[in-house]
Protein backbone atom coordinates (compact mmCIF):
# COMPACT_ATOMS: atom_id res chain seq x y z
CA UNK A 1 0.00 0.00 0.00
CA UNK A 2 2.43 2.43 1.10
CA UNK A 3 4.61 2.09 -2.10
CA UNK A 4 1.80 2.27 -4.20
CA UNK A 5 0.69 5.70 -2.33
CA UNK A 6 4.23 6.65 -3.07
CA UNK A 7 4.12 5.59 -7.16
CA UNK A 8 1.25 7.63 -7.34
CA UNK A 9 2.56 11.18 -5.63
CA UNK A 10 0.61 11.25 -2.28
CA UNK A 11 3.28 10.47 -0.17
CA UNK A 12 5.95 12.64 -0.17
CA UNK A 13 7.57 13.31 3.33
CA UNK A 14 9.59 10.77 5.87
CA UNK A 15 7.62 11.23 9.21
CA UNK A 16 4.39 11.01 7.01
CA UNK A 17 5.17 7.61 5.09
CA UNK A 18 6.85 5.91 8.47
CA UNK A 19 3.45 6.72 9.99
CA UNK A 20 1.35 5.24 7.29
CA UNK A 21 3.66 2.14 7.35
CA UNK A 22 3.92 1.91 11.38
CA UNK A 23 -0.25 2.59 12.13
CA UNK A 24 -2.26 -0.64 11.33
CA UNK A 25 -5.37 0.01 9.42
CA UNK A 26 -7.03 -3.47 9.60
CA UNK A 27 -7.17 -2.92 13.29
CA UNK A 28 -9.22 0.20 13.29
CA UNK A 29 -11.58 -2.09 10.82
CA UNK A 30 -14.88 -3.88 12.25
CA UNK A 31 -13.45 -7.61 11.79
CA UNK A 32 -16.18 -8.35 9.28
CA UNK A 33 -14.07 -5.66 6.82
CA UNK A 34 -10.37 -6.08 7.70
CA UNK A 35 -10.17 -8.20 4.51
CA UNK A 36 -10.64 -4.89 2.67
CA UNK A 37 -7.71 -2.68 5.16
CA UNK A 38 -5.45 -2.87 2.19
CA UNK A 39 -7.36 -1.66 -0.67
CA UNK A 40 -7.04 2.41 -1.18
CA UNK A 41 -10.56 2.95 -1.16
CA UNK A 42 -12.69 4.39 2.02
CA UNK A 43 -14.35 1.62 4.16
CA UNK A 44 -17.46 1.04 5.60
CA UNK A 45 -17.19 1.22 9.71
CA UNK A 46 -20.98 0.66 10.45
CA UNK A 47 -23.26 3.75 11.96
CA UNK A 48 -23.36 4.96 8.14
CA UNK A 49 -19.95 6.28 7.72
CA UNK A 50 -16.76 5.14 6.25
CA UNK A 51 -13.08 5.38 7.09
CA UNK A 52 -11.03 7.66 4.17
CA UNK A 53 -8.98 5.87 1.71
CA UNK A 54 -5.15 5.40 2.64
CA UNK A 55 -4.50 8.03 -0.20
CA UNK A 56 -6.55 10.93 1.44
CA UNK A 57 -5.57 10.26 5.01
CA UNK A 58 -1.96 10.71 3.03
CA UNK A 59 -2.61 13.49 1.24
CA UNK A 60 -4.09 15.07 3.63
CA UNK A 61 -1.23 14.60 6.38
CA UNK A 62 1.29 16.10 4.34
CA UNK A 63 -1.03 19.18 3.25
CA UNK A 64 -1.37 19.83 6.41
CA UNK A 65 2.25 20.20 7.41
CA UNK A 66 2.63 18.22 9.89
CA UNK A 67 5.68 18.24 12.79
CA UNK A 68 6.59 17.22 16.01
CA UNK A 69 5.00 18.49 19.36
CA UNK A 70 2.16 20.32 17.02
CA UNK A 71 -1.22 20.49 18.82
CA UNK A 72 -4.11 19.17 16.10
CA UNK A 73 -7.95 19.33 16.29
CA UNK A 74 -9.71 16.62 14.20
CA UNK A 75 -13.41 16.13 13.56
CA UNK A 76 -15.08 13.52 12.87
CA UNK A 77 -12.62 10.52 14.42
CA UNK A 78 -14.71 7.74 12.54
CA UNK A 79 -12.46 4.72 13.36
CA UNK A 80 -9.57 6.71 14.93
CA UNK A 81 -7.40 5.69 12.00
CA UNK A 82 -6.50 8.92 10.44
CA UNK A 83 -6.33 10.24 14.32
CA UNK A 84 -3.66 7.53 14.77
CA UNK A 85 -1.44 8.67 11.75
CA UNK A 86 -1.67 12.21 13.05
CA UNK A 87 -0.67 11.55 16.14
CA UNK A 88 2.36 9.20 14.96
CA UNK A 89 3.63 12.36 13.34
CA UNK A 90 3.06 15.02 15.87
CA UNK A 91 4.55 12.62 18.11
CA UNK A 92 4.54 12.19 21.97
CA UNK A 93 5.26 15.71 22.54
CA UNK A 94 2.14 16.63 20.53
CA UNK A 95 -1.45 15.89 21.04
CA UNK A 96 -4.37 15.03 19.13
CA UNK A 97 -8.05 16.26 20.10
CA UNK A 98 -10.11 14.63 17.83
CA UNK A 99 -14.63 15.38 17.96
CA UNK A 100 -16.89 12.27 17.17
CA UNK A 101 -21.16 13.30 16.57
CA UNK A 102 -21.67 9.62 16.89
CA UNK A 103 -21.38 8.06 20.36
CA UNK A 104 -21.51 4.41 19.41
CA UNK A 105 -18.54 5.15 17.10
CA UNK A 106 -16.99 7.66 20.17
CA UNK A 107 -16.46 4.09 21.91
CA UNK A 108 -15.34 2.27 19.06
CA UNK A 109 -12.44 4.47 18.06
CA UNK A 110 -11.44 4.39 21.73
CA UNK A 111 -11.48 0.95 22.19
CA UNK A 112 -9.05 0.88 18.38
CA UNK A 113 -6.64 3.58 19.53
CA UNK A 114 -6.00 2.18 23.33
CA UNK A 115 -5.75 -1.47 21.36
CA UNK A 116 -2.49 -0.76 19.11
CA UNK A 117 -1.22 1.58 22.11
CA UNK A 118 -1.76 5.32 20.57
CA UNK A 119 -1.87 7.75 23.65
CA UNK A 120 -1.31 11.15 22.48
CA UNK A 121 -5.28 11.38 20.76
CA UNK A 122 -8.10 12.14 23.39
CA UNK A 123 -11.74 11.22 21.41
CA UNK A 124 -14.63 13.08 22.70
CA UNK A 125 -17.97 13.23 21.87
CA UNK A 126 -20.04 16.12 20.44
CA UNK A 127 -20.40 18.58 17.56
CA UNK A 128 -17.41 19.04 16.21
CA UNK A 129 -18.82 21.50 14.14
CA UNK A 130 -17.94 24.28 16.96
CA UNK A 131 -14.96 23.45 17.42
CA UNK A 132 -13.61 22.89 20.69
CA UNK A 133 -12.59 26.13 22.33
CA UNK A 134 -11.59 25.05 25.60
CA UNK A 135 -9.18 23.48 24.15
CA UNK A 136 -7.67 26.15 21.72
CA UNK A 137 -5.96 27.59 19.92
CA UNK A 138 -4.58 24.12 17.44
CA UNK A 139 -1.93 24.24 15.59
CA UNK A 140 -3.40 22.50 12.79
CA UNK A 141 -7.09 21.88 12.25
CA UNK A 142 -8.85 19.42 9.88
CA UNK A 143 -11.99 18.30 8.78
CA UNK A 144 -12.92 14.40 7.77
CA UNK A 145 -16.51 15.06 6.71
CA UNK A 146 -17.53 17.64 4.40
CA UNK A 147 -18.77 21.23 5.65
CA UNK A 148 -21.14 23.99 3.58
CA UNK A 149 -18.05 25.75 4.32
CA UNK A 150 -15.59 26.36 7.02
CA UNK A 151 -17.50 26.52 10.36
CA UNK A 152 -17.15 29.95 11.67
CA UNK A 153 -15.84 29.04 15.05
CA UNK A 154 -12.75 27.37 13.71
CA UNK A 155 -11.54 30.45 12.57
CA UNK A 156 -10.63 31.43 15.77
CA UNK A 157 -8.87 28.46 17.14
CA UNK A 158 -6.40 28.09 15.00
CA UNK A 159 -3.00 29.62 15.85
CA UNK A 160 -1.70 32.49 13.70
CA UNK A 161 0.85 30.67 11.14
CA UNK A 162 -2.01 27.65 11.46
CA UNK A 163 -3.67 25.90 9.20
CA UNK A 164 -7.20 24.54 8.70
CA UNK A 165 -7.69 21.74 6.09
CA UNK A 166 -11.67 20.89 5.04
CA UNK A 167 -13.77 19.49 2.44
CA UNK A 168 -16.16 22.27 1.34
CA UNK A 169 -19.43 22.11 -0.18
CA UNK A 170 -21.43 19.13 -0.98
CA UNK A 171 -20.11 16.07 -3.06
CA UNK A 172 -18.22 16.65 -5.01
CA UNK A 173 -16.42 18.60 -2.52
CA UNK A 174 -13.31 20.67 -3.05
CA UNK A 175 -10.45 19.82 -0.72
CA UNK A 176 -9.59 23.32 0.50
CA UNK A 177 -6.30 24.34 2.74
CA UNK A 178 -6.91 28.02 4.94
CA UNK A 179 -3.60 29.16 6.16
CA UNK A 180 -3.78 31.86 9.31
CA UNK A 181 -1.80 35.13 8.28
CA UNK A 182 -1.98 36.94 11.09
CA UNK A 183 -5.86 38.63 10.64
CA UNK A 184 -5.68 37.34 6.89
CA UNK A 185 -6.94 33.80 5.34
CA UNK A 186 -5.42 32.42 2.14
CA UNK A 187 -7.06 29.56 0.72
CA UNK A 188 -5.57 27.19 -1.90
CA UNK A 189 -7.64 24.21 -3.71
CA UNK A 190 -6.04 20.87 -3.42
CA UNK A 191 -9.05 19.37 -5.46
CA UNK A 192 -12.22 17.51 -5.36
CA UNK A 193 -12.86 14.90 -2.75
CA UNK A 194 -15.84 12.77 -1.29
CA UNK A 195 -16.27 12.51 2.41
CA UNK A 196 -19.97 12.19 4.31
CA UNK A 197 -21.36 15.16 5.16
CA UNK A 198 -20.46 17.52 8.61
CA UNK A 199 -23.33 17.44 10.55
CA UNK A 200 -23.79 20.12 13.29
CA UNK A 201 -24.81 23.52 14.10
CA UNK A 202 -22.23 24.77 11.48
CA UNK A 203 -22.75 21.33 9.02
CA UNK A 204 -25.36 20.20 6.70
CA UNK A 205 -27.75 19.50 9.45
CA UNK A 206 -28.06 16.27 11.88
CA UNK A 207 -30.23 13.71 9.25
N1 LIG B 1 -11.30 9.99 10.06
C1 LIG B 1 -12.16 8.83 10.12
C2 LIG B 1 -13.22 8.86 9.07
C3 LIG B 1 -14.33 9.68 9.51
S1 LIG B 1 -15.80 9.68 8.56
C4 LIG B 1 -11.39 7.53 10.12
O1 LIG B 1 -10.16 7.55 10.01
O2 LIG B 1 -12.02 6.49 10.28
C5 LIG B 1 -16.46 11.20 9.16
C6 LIG B 1 -16.92 11.19 10.59
O3 LIG B 1 -17.36 12.49 10.89
C7 LIG B 1 -18.09 10.26 10.86
O4 LIG B 1 -17.73 9.34 11.84
C8 LIG B 1 -19.19 11.22 11.35
O5 LIG B 1 -19.98 10.66 12.39
C9 LIG B 1 -18.37 12.37 11.86
N2 LIG B 1 -19.09 13.65 11.98
C10 LIG B 1 -20.04 14.18 11.17
N3 LIG B 1 -20.43 15.37 11.64
C11 LIG B 1 -19.75 15.61 12.78
C12 LIG B 1 -19.73 16.68 13.74
N4 LIG B 1 -20.51 17.76 13.63
N5 LIG B 1 -18.89 16.56 14.79
C13 LIG B 1 -18.09 15.48 14.94
N6 LIG B 1 -18.06 14.44 14.06
C14 LIG B 1 -18.87 14.51 12.99
Not at 103 to 116: E, M, P
Not at 186 to 200: K, N, S
Request: glycine share 10%; net charge negative.
Amino acid sequence: MVQTLLDRGYLRTPPVIEAMRAVPRDAFLPPEARAKAHEDRPVWIGRDQTMSAPHMVALMCEALELAPAQRILEIGTGSGYHAAVTARIVGADGAVDSIEFDAVLCDDARRNLAAVGVQNVRVHAGDGSRGRPEGAPYDRIYLTCSAPRIPKPLLDQVTPGGLILAPLGPTPSRLVRTRRDGDAWHEEDLGACAFVPLRGEFGFGDR
